[in-house]
């Protein structure tokens, strides 16, 4: 007679506790699903906050005349074509792991952070989200993605550490049910892959000179640009206007 083993398949702690109702300490399939919502600023979107801010703080009893100035983005309309043609609204959740996030949040950020700088009246549609775009621009898409993380942060409704003392006080957390023991650890440790995730992206801005001032946009170039670093890492290099015109003919671009 053999032993029978069961899989239940390459699934998330938040998916293992609510479909049979345990979690793994250890988990390579575990993630954290982070929304990342992004509302081109067209005109009728910049008067829809104004309109909003301005009501609330007249219920607050603040001064409704004292609101921010909101720059209208010249590429929205195009951008917001764009997420419809590929069907992407502008809301997106990702997933995050502890050692990775997907490529498919970095191009959609990349889009969504494009100015008139990168493009220089080319249309969107010419640049090769799959490659950073210009520095300024991948810096701009990393900052946005640990800003999207530490606003999920401050959506539990406590900290780490206040999940910490729960756990370590034997006693209290005796005096729980299971599914509440296994909830605490649970939301512990999406707490502790999304603060991971933060170290990782701050690190990475900081390696590939990221967090420097005056960086530089596009200009209208579509090739790319290879940060530092990258070129060694990810065994790539810069590409040439010669090798991008034949990729965009559907011609081989290996040119040794």
Known sequence: MEQIYISYGPKSNADLLLLYGFALERNPYNSVDVTVSIAPQTETTIQKRLTAE???????????DDLPVIEPDPLAEEKIAFLSAVGRSNTVDFPCYADRYPTELLEYLR???????????LPLTAFDYTRTISAANEAAVLYSIV????LQLKLYPNSEEEDAVIIKDRVLF?????????AVRHRRNEKRLLKRTIAALEK?????????????????????????????????????????????????????
């Open 174 to 182: 005796k005096f729980l049910t299971y599914n509440q023991r296994m």
């Open 147 to 150: 800003d999207a993380i530490q």
């Open 204 to 256: 990475q801005i900081k390696s590939r000179g990221l967090d420097a001032e005056g960086l530089k946009r596009a200009e209208g170039s579509t090739l790319g640009q290879i940060l530092p670093g990258e070129e060694k890492k990810y065994n790539v290099k810069q590409r040439t206007a010669l090798e991008d015109r034949l990729e965009k003919m559907g011609l081989p671009v290996d040119l040794r």
């Open 111 to 121: 889009l969504m952070m494009m100015t008139p700088s990168d493009t220089r009246d």
């Open 54 to 64: 301005k009501a609330r703080r007249v219920e607050e009893g603040l001064d409704p």
